[in-house]
Protein backbone atom coordinates (compact mmCIF):
# COMPACT_ATOMS: atom_id res chain seq x y z
CA UNK A 1 0.00 0.00 0.00
CA UNK A 2 1.19 3.22 -1.21
CA UNK A 3 1.13 6.16 1.42
CA UNK A 4 1.36 9.89 1.71
CA UNK A 5 2.33 11.52 5.17
CA UNK A 6 4.34 14.14 7.19
CA UNK A 7 6.65 12.67 9.02
CA UNK A 8 9.23 13.69 11.60
CA UNK A 9 13.07 12.86 11.54
CA UNK A 10 14.21 15.06 14.27
CA UNK A 11 14.05 18.95 15.96
CA UNK A 12 11.73 20.87 13.36
CA UNK A 13 12.14 18.41 10.79
CA UNK A 14 8.94 17.54 9.54
CA UNK A 15 8.88 16.08 5.44
CA UNK A 16 5.59 15.50 3.03
CA UNK A 17 6.44 12.22 1.52
CA UNK A 18 5.20 8.96 -0.22
CA UNK A 19 6.30 5.65 1.13
CA UNK A 20 5.14 2.00 0.98
CA UNK A 21 3.64 0.33 3.97
CA UNK A 22 4.32 -3.13 4.66
CA UNK A 23 1.39 -5.63 4.38
CA UNK A 24 -0.85 -5.85 7.99
CA UNK A 25 0.08 -8.57 10.03
CA UNK A 26 -2.85 -10.69 11.95
CA UNK A 27 -3.08 -8.63 15.01
CA UNK A 28 -3.08 -4.75 13.33
CA UNK A 29 -5.50 -2.92 10.91
CA UNK A 30 -5.16 -0.38 7.81
CA UNK A 31 -7.33 2.71 7.88
CA UNK A 32 -7.59 5.10 5.23
CA UNK A 33 -7.20 8.95 6.52
CA UNK A 34 -9.99 11.12 6.02
CA UNK A 35 -8.96 14.30 8.82
CA UNK A 36 -6.91 15.27 11.55
CA UNK A 37 -7.20 17.94 13.59
CA UNK A 38 -3.59 19.69 14.37
CA UNK A 39 -2.16 20.00 18.18
CA UNK A 40 -0.54 21.94 19.84
CA UNK A 41 1.45 18.94 21.26
CA UNK A 42 2.46 17.98 17.95
CA UNK A 43 4.08 21.25 18.10
CA UNK A 44 5.64 21.00 21.22
CA UNK A 45 6.44 17.60 19.60
CA UNK A 46 8.38 19.18 16.56
CA UNK A 47 9.88 21.52 19.08
CA UNK A 48 11.70 18.98 21.64
CA UNK A 49 12.43 16.22 18.72
CA UNK A 50 13.91 13.31 20.60
CA UNK A 51 13.59 15.00 24.01
CA UNK A 52 9.98 14.98 23.63
CA UNK A 53 9.14 11.75 26.34
CA UNK A 54 7.28 9.47 23.80
CA UNK A 55 10.10 10.64 20.57
CA UNK A 56 11.74 7.43 19.83
CA UNK A 57 15.57 7.90 19.96
CA UNK A 58 15.92 6.18 15.61
CA UNK A 59 12.89 8.61 14.28
CA UNK A 60 16.68 10.33 11.87
CA UNK A 61 16.38 6.60 10.66
CA UNK A 62 13.01 5.72 11.26
CA UNK A 63 10.33 8.31 11.34
CA UNK A 64 7.23 8.81 12.73
CA UNK A 65 3.89 10.17 11.18
CA UNK A 66 2.64 13.15 12.78
CA UNK A 67 -0.94 14.01 13.97
CA UNK A 68 -3.10 11.97 16.28
CA UNK A 69 -6.17 13.79 16.60
CA UNK A 70 -7.35 11.91 13.51
CA UNK A 71 -10.80 9.92 11.93
CA UNK A 72 -11.32 8.14 9.09
CA UNK A 73 -12.22 4.42 7.68
CA UNK A 74 -11.20 0.84 8.23
CA UNK A 75 -9.59 -0.53 4.73
CA UNK A 76 -8.39 -4.43 5.68
CA UNK A 77 -8.51 -6.10 8.77
CA UNK A 78 -5.93 -8.81 10.11
CA UNK A 79 -7.91 -12.09 10.72
CA UNK A 80 -7.66 -11.58 14.92
CA UNK A 81 -10.07 -8.54 14.91
CA UNK A 82 -12.19 -9.69 11.96
CA UNK A 83 -15.36 -10.60 14.04
CA UNK A 84 -14.98 -7.52 15.92
CA UNK A 85 -14.02 -4.58 12.70
CA UNK A 86 -15.12 -4.44 9.00
CA UNK A 87 -14.15 -2.43 6.56
CA UNK A 88 -15.87 0.50 5.68
CA UNK A 89 -16.36 1.05 9.48
CA UNK A 90 -15.91 4.89 10.55
CA UNK A 91 -13.77 4.91 13.58
CA UNK A 92 -12.76 7.69 16.15
CA UNK A 93 -9.71 6.73 18.31
CA UNK A 94 -8.23 7.67 21.65
CA UNK A 95 -4.17 8.05 20.74
CA UNK A 96 -3.44 7.99 24.80
CA UNK A 97 -2.92 4.13 24.73
CA UNK A 98 -0.16 3.61 27.59
CA UNK A 99 -0.06 0.01 27.01
CA UNK A 100 1.88 -2.04 29.86
CA UNK A 101 3.27 1.28 31.16
CA UNK A 102 5.07 2.73 27.48
CA UNK A 103 4.46 6.40 26.64
CA UNK A 104 4.13 5.57 22.99
CA UNK A 105 1.43 6.91 21.42
CA UNK A 106 0.34 7.67 17.60
CA UNK A 107 1.33 10.71 16.18
CA UNK A 108 4.36 10.44 18.43
CA UNK A 109 6.18 7.19 18.71
CA UNK A 110 4.98 4.80 15.36
CA UNK A 111 6.61 4.43 12.22
CA UNK A 112 3.40 3.60 10.53
CA UNK A 113 0.73 5.23 12.89
CA UNK A 114 0.02 8.57 12.97
CA UNK A 115 -3.20 10.53 11.83
CA UNK A 116 -1.23 12.87 9.00
CA UNK A 117 -1.09 10.54 6.31
CA UNK A 118 -2.97 8.86 3.79
CA UNK A 119 -3.36 5.10 5.17
CA UNK A 120 -1.71 4.10 8.25
CA UNK A 121 -1.56 0.65 10.28
CA UNK A 122 -3.26 0.22 13.46
CA UNK A 123 -1.05 -2.13 15.63
CA UNK A 124 -2.42 -4.75 17.94
CA UNK A 125 -2.15 -2.61 21.11
CA UNK A 126 -4.70 0.04 20.05
CA UNK A 127 -7.55 -2.88 19.38
CA UNK A 128 -6.30 -4.43 22.51
CA UNK A 129 -6.98 -1.26 25.10
CA UNK A 130 -10.38 -0.61 23.19
CA UNK A 131 -8.63 2.74 21.60
CA UNK A 132 -10.46 1.99 18.24
CA UNK A 133 -14.36 2.45 18.17
CA UNK A 134 -16.89 3.28 15.72
CA UNK A 135 -18.30 6.86 14.66
CA UNK A 136 -21.66 6.89 13.43
CA UNK A 137 -21.73 11.23 13.13
CA UNK A 138 -22.42 12.64 9.99
CA UNK A 139 -18.84 13.60 9.50
CA UNK A 140 -15.02 13.05 9.81
CA UNK A 141 -13.77 15.91 11.58
CA UNK A 142 -16.38 15.52 14.47
CA UNK A 143 -14.35 12.21 15.09
CA UNK A 144 -10.84 13.75 14.67
CA UNK A 145 -12.22 16.45 17.34
CA UNK A 146 -13.67 14.08 19.71
CA UNK A 147 -10.13 13.52 21.00
CA UNK A 148 -9.39 17.32 21.86
CA UNK A 149 -13.07 17.22 23.53
CA UNK A 150 -12.14 14.29 25.03
CA UNK A 151 -9.39 15.91 26.94
CA UNK A 152 -12.12 18.65 28.31
CA UNK A 153 -14.41 16.39 29.38
CA UNK A 154 -11.65 14.58 31.16
CA UNK A 155 -10.71 17.19 32.96
CA UNK A 156 -14.11 18.05 34.51
CA UNK A 157 -14.90 14.75 35.22
CA UNK A 158 -11.31 14.51 37.07
CA UNK A 159 -12.27 17.87 39.35
CA UNK A 160 -12.60 16.81 42.90
CA UNK A 161 -14.29 18.32 45.90
CA UNK A 162 -14.28 17.27 49.59
CA UNK A 163 -16.43 17.84 52.73
CA UNK A 164 -14.89 18.25 56.45
CA UNK A 165 -17.37 15.11 58.04
CA UNK A 166 -15.10 12.60 56.16
CA UNK A 167 -12.10 12.01 53.55
CA UNK A 168 -14.25 11.14 50.38
CA UNK A 169 -13.83 12.34 47.27
CA UNK A 170 -16.85 13.57 45.13
CA UNK A 171 -15.70 13.97 41.83
CA UNK A 172 -16.45 15.99 39.49
CA UNK A 173 -17.05 20.19 38.86
CA UNK A 174 -19.52 20.73 41.47
CA UNK A 175 -22.91 20.74 40.36
CA UNK A 176 -25.00 23.96 40.99
CA UNK A 177 -21.57 26.08 41.35
CA UNK A 178 -19.24 28.17 39.89
CA UNK A 179 -16.77 27.60 36.97
CA UNK A 180 -14.10 29.95 35.81
CA UNK A 181 -12.09 28.87 32.66
CA UNK A 182 -9.41 31.08 32.88
CA UNK A 183 -7.85 32.32 29.47
CA UNK A 184 -10.42 30.19 27.88
CA UNK A 185 -11.32 31.73 24.45
CA UNK A 186 -8.94 29.40 22.74
CA UNK A 187 -10.20 26.36 21.17
CA UNK A 188 -9.42 23.87 24.33
CA UNK A 189 -11.33 26.86 26.17
CA UNK A 190 -14.49 26.81 23.77
CA UNK A 191 -14.76 23.07 23.98
CA UNK A 192 -14.51 23.48 28.04
CA UNK A 193 -17.40 25.90 27.95
CA UNK A 194 -19.32 24.05 25.48
CA UNK A 195 -19.24 20.68 27.76
CA UNK A 196 -20.04 22.26 30.84
CA UNK A 197 -23.15 23.71 29.02
CA UNK A 198 -24.59 20.12 28.51
CA UNK A 199 -22.86 18.14 31.00
CA UNK A 200 -24.24 16.12 33.97
CA UNK A 201 -22.54 18.34 36.98
CA UNK A 202 -24.63 21.10 35.57
CA UNK A 203 -22.68 24.64 37.04
CA UNK A 204 -24.94 27.56 37.92
CA UNK A 205 -22.72 29.64 36.25
CA UNK A 206 -19.11 29.95 33.50
CA UNK A 207 -17.04 32.70 33.92
CA UNK A 208 -14.65 32.54 30.48
CA UNK A 209 -11.80 35.07 30.44
CA UNK A 210 -9.28 37.00 28.08
CA UNK A 211 -7.49 39.81 27.28
CA UNK A 212 -8.16 39.91 23.50
CA UNK A 213 -11.70 41.98 22.58
CA UNK A 214 -11.51 39.93 19.28
CA UNK A 215 -11.39 36.66 20.73
CA UNK A 216 -14.32 37.53 23.16
CA UNK A 217 -15.94 38.68 20.58
CA UNK A 218 -15.70 35.42 18.26
CA UNK A 219 -16.22 33.35 21.57
CA UNK A 220 -19.74 35.00 21.92
CA UNK A 221 -20.68 34.24 18.58
CA UNK A 222 -20.42 30.71 18.66
CA UNK A 223 -21.08 29.87 22.66
CA UNK A 224 -23.46 33.31 23.22
CA UNK A 225 -24.78 34.01 26.59
CA UNK A 226 -28.31 33.60 25.31
CA UNK A 227 -27.40 29.89 24.00
CA UNK A 228 -26.28 29.24 27.45
CA UNK A 229 -29.62 30.50 29.15
CA UNK A 230 -31.48 28.04 27.15
CA UNK A 231 -29.59 25.44 29.08
CA UNK A 232 -29.88 26.49 32.38
CA UNK A 233 -26.06 28.29 32.69
CA UNK A 234 -25.20 31.74 33.14
CA UNK A 235 -22.49 32.54 30.85
CA UNK A 236 -20.20 35.41 31.61
CA UNK A 237 -17.10 36.75 29.22
CA UNK A 238 -14.84 38.92 30.38
CA UNK A 239 -11.41 40.93 29.69
CA UNK A 240 -9.46 40.57 32.42
CA UNK A 241 -7.17 43.62 31.26
CA UNK A 242 -9.82 46.28 31.45
CA UNK A 243 -10.49 45.67 35.22
CA UNK A 244 -8.80 47.57 37.77
CA UNK A 245 -8.39 45.05 40.01
CA UNK A 246 -9.17 41.59 38.54
CA UNK A 247 -9.42 39.74 41.58
CA UNK A 248 -11.98 41.79 43.01
CA UNK A 249 -13.23 42.51 39.41
CA UNK A 250 -13.63 37.81 39.28
CA UNK A 251 -15.09 38.14 42.88
CA UNK A 252 -17.81 40.03 42.09
CA UNK A 253 -19.00 38.12 39.25
CA UNK A 254 -20.01 35.30 42.09
CA UNK A 255 -21.07 38.11 44.56
CA UNK A 256 -18.33 37.29 46.25
CA UNK A 257 -18.27 33.15 46.62
CA UNK A 258 -15.73 32.89 44.32
CA UNK A 259 -14.93 29.95 42.12
CA UNK A 260 -15.23 26.07 42.61
CA UNK A 261 -13.79 24.89 39.58
CA UNK A 262 -10.66 26.97 37.76
CA UNK A 263 -9.42 25.57 34.68
CA UNK A 264 -6.37 27.48 33.69
CA UNK A 265 -5.89 26.83 29.63
CA UNK A 266 -2.90 29.05 29.12
CA UNK A 267 0.69 28.40 30.92
CA UNK A 268 1.32 31.82 31.96
CA UNK A 269 2.44 32.28 35.54
CA UNK A 270 0.04 35.29 36.38
CA UNK A 271 -3.07 33.90 34.93
CA UNK A 272 -1.96 30.56 37.76
CA UNK A 273 -1.88 33.07 40.20
CA UNK A 274 -4.60 35.15 39.70
CA UNK A 275 -6.80 31.85 39.13
CA UNK A 276 -6.05 30.55 42.52
CA UNK A 277 -6.61 33.58 44.45
CA UNK A 278 -10.05 33.39 43.27
CA UNK A 279 -10.97 29.77 44.33
CA UNK A 280 -13.54 29.22 46.74
CA UNK A 281 -13.89 27.34 49.84
CA UNK A 282 -13.22 23.51 48.74
CA UNK A 283 -12.23 25.02 45.01
CA UNK A 284 -10.19 22.85 43.26
CA UNK A 285 -7.51 24.46 40.13
CA UNK A 286 -7.07 22.25 37.28
CA UNK A 287 -3.90 23.34 35.27
CA UNK A 288 -4.66 22.49 31.77
CA UNK A 289 -2.65 23.93 29.87
CA UNK A 290 0.89 21.70 29.22
CA UNK A 291 3.86 24.34 29.32
CA UNK A 292 7.01 23.50 26.51
CA UNK A 293 9.31 24.99 29.44
CA UNK A 294 10.17 21.85 32.23
CA UNK A 295 10.72 24.41 34.74
CA UNK A 296 7.39 26.31 34.20
CA UNK A 297 6.29 27.47 37.91
CA UNK A 298 3.99 29.89 39.36
CA UNK A 299 3.57 31.04 43.09
CA UNK A 300 0.36 29.77 44.41
CA UNK A 301 -0.97 30.55 48.53
CA UNK A 302 -0.01 27.75 50.75
CA UNK A 303 -1.84 29.17 53.28
CA UNK A 304 -5.01 28.59 50.83
CA UNK A 305 -4.52 25.57 50.48
CA UNK A 306 -4.01 24.27 53.96
CA UNK A 307 -7.08 26.63 55.76
CA UNK A 308 -9.35 26.66 52.92
CA UNK A 309 -9.16 23.09 51.63
CA UNK A 310 -8.48 24.25 48.15
CA UNK A 311 -6.95 21.69 45.69
CA UNK A 312 -4.61 21.79 43.05
CA UNK A 313 -4.15 19.45 40.13
CA UNK A 314 -3.27 18.95 36.27
CA UNK A 315 -4.53 16.95 33.43
CA UNK A 316 -3.81 15.65 30.13
CA UNK A 317 -5.33 13.79 27.56
CA UNK A 318 -8.81 11.89 28.11
CA UNK A 319 -9.52 8.07 28.35
CA UNK A 320 -11.99 6.15 26.46
CA UNK A 321 -14.67 6.47 28.56
CA UNK A 322 -14.14 10.39 27.65
CA UNK A 323 -13.77 9.76 24.27
CA UNK A 324 -17.56 7.46 24.22
CA UNK A 325 -19.22 10.49 26.01
CA UNK A 326 -17.50 13.07 23.43
CA UNK A 327 -18.42 11.18 20.48
CA UNK A 328 -22.19 10.06 21.34
CA UNK A 329 -22.10 13.96 22.48
CA UNK A 330 -21.66 15.20 19.35
CA UNK A 331 -23.22 12.36 16.75
CA UNK A 332 -26.55 13.20 18.87
CA UNK A 333 -25.72 17.29 18.60
CA UNK A 334 -25.88 18.11 21.82
CA UNK A 335 -22.20 18.70 21.47
CA UNK A 336 -21.06 20.78 18.42
CA UNK A 337 -17.09 20.52 18.09
CA UNK A 338 -17.01 22.71 15.11
CA UNK A 339 -16.75 25.59 17.82
CA UNK A 340 -12.77 24.75 17.84
CA UNK A 341 -12.54 25.28 14.35
CA UNK A 342 -11.05 28.48 12.55
CA UNK A 343 -8.84 26.97 9.28
CA UNK A 344 -9.21 24.17 7.04
CA UNK A 345 -6.46 22.73 4.88
CA UNK A 346 -4.89 19.60 3.13
CA UNK A 347 -2.03 17.55 3.62
CA UNK A 348 0.08 19.79 1.48
CA UNK A 349 -0.19 22.72 4.66
CA UNK A 350 0.45 20.38 7.76
CA UNK A 351 4.09 20.68 8.21
CA UNK A 352 4.27 24.19 7.64
CA UNK A 353 1.37 24.75 9.79
CA UNK A 354 2.51 22.66 12.83
CA UNK A 355 6.17 23.95 12.82
CA UNK A 356 4.38 27.81 12.57
CA UNK A 357 1.18 27.14 15.04
CA UNK A 358 1.79 29.38 18.29
CA UNK A 359 2.18 32.56 15.16
CA UNK A 360 -0.82 31.37 13.52
CA UNK A 361 -4.10 33.14 15.40
CA UNK A 362 -7.17 31.77 16.26
CA UNK A 363 -8.48 27.94 17.03
CA UNK A 364 -8.19 24.57 15.67
CA UNK A 365 -6.51 23.44 11.93
CA UNK A 366 -8.36 21.27 10.82
CA UNK A 367 -6.97 18.92 8.06
CA UNK A 368 -7.83 16.55 5.41
CA UNK A 369 -5.38 14.30 4.43
CA UNK A 370 -6.89 13.24 0.57
CA UNK A 371 -5.72 15.99 -1.03
CA UNK A 372 -3.66 19.35 -1.13
CA UNK A 373 -5.07 22.81 0.43
CA UNK A 374 -3.44 25.53 1.46
CA UNK A 375 -4.40 26.49 5.02
CA UNK A 376 -7.14 29.04 5.44
CA UNK A 377 -8.97 31.01 7.63
CA UNK A 378 -12.80 30.57 7.50
CA UNK A 379 -12.99 34.17 7.58
CA UNK A 380 -11.10 34.69 4.71
CA UNK A 381 -13.63 32.43 2.27
CA UNK A 382 -15.89 35.47 1.51
CA UNK A 383 -12.49 37.32 -0.04
CA UNK A 384 -11.49 34.11 -2.15
CA UNK A 385 -15.22 34.00 -3.03
CA UNK A 386 -14.44 36.69 -5.38
CA UNK A 387 -12.65 35.06 -7.47
CA UNK A 388 -13.15 31.43 -6.95
CA UNK A 389 -16.89 30.91 -7.25
CA UNK A 390 -16.41 27.44 -5.06
CA UNK A 391 -15.35 29.77 -2.31
CA UNK A 392 -18.39 31.99 -2.59
CA UNK A 393 -20.72 28.54 -1.73
CA UNK A 394 -18.20 27.60 1.09
CA UNK A 395 -18.17 30.77 2.61
CA UNK A 396 -22.01 30.71 2.42
CA UNK A 397 -22.11 27.01 3.50
CA UNK A 398 -20.05 28.42 6.86
CA UNK A 399 -22.59 31.28 6.93
CA UNK A 400 -25.74 29.35 7.08
CA UNK A 401 -24.59 27.54 10.30
CA UNK A 402 -23.03 30.54 12.28
CA UNK A 403 -19.67 30.88 10.34
CA UNK A 404 -18.58 27.67 11.54
CA UNK A 405 -17.04 24.68 9.97
CA UNK A 406 -19.65 21.63 9.30
CA UNK A 407 -21.09 18.44 8.18
CA UNK A 408 -22.50 20.00 4.66
CA UNK A 409 -18.96 21.97 4.15
CA UNK A 410 -16.99 19.04 4.60
CA UNK A 411 -18.73 17.21 1.99
CA UNK A 412 -18.87 19.88 -0.85
CA UNK A 413 -14.98 19.88 0.09
CA UNK A 414 -14.69 16.65 -0.99
CA UNK A 415 -16.66 16.50 -3.64
CA UNK A 416 -14.68 19.58 -4.95
CA UNK A 417 -12.00 17.49 -4.34
CA UNK A 418 -12.83 14.70 -5.74
CA UNK A 419 -12.61 12.22 -3.10
CA UNK A 420 -14.41 9.39 -2.61
CA UNK A 421 -15.38 8.35 0.92
CA UNK A 422 -14.53 4.04 1.75
CA UNK A 423 -17.79 2.26 2.22
Keep these: MRAKAVRMYGTRDLRLEEFELPEIRDDEILAKIYSDS ?9 EQGKKHKRAPQNMDT ?24 QPGMRFAQQPALNYKGS ?35 DSFYKASLGEPMSCCIGGYHAMYH ?44 IVV ?3 DD ?22 IY ?36 LAGSVLAFDGCLNFFSGPTDKNFSASMNMYDLHYTSTHLMGTTGGNNDDLIEANQLAASGRLDPSVMITHVGGIDSIAETTLNLPKIKGGKKLAYTQFDMPMTAIEDFAKLGKSDP ?33 V
Design 38 to 46: ICMSTYKLV
Design 209 to 211: TDV
Design 162 to 205: TNKQNYDHEMGTKRGGNILIAGGCGPMGLGSVSYGLVCDYHPRR
Design 390 to 422: FFAKLDQCCRDHKGLWNPEAERMLFEHKGVKVE
Design 238 to 273: ANTAKMDDPRQGLMDLTQGHGYDDVFVMVPIPSVCQ
Design 62 to 85: HPVIVGHEFAGVIVKVGKKWQDQF
Design 214 to 235: AKIERAKEVVSPEYAAEHGVEL
Design 103 to 137: LASPGYSYEWYGGDTTYCIFPHETMELGALMPFDG
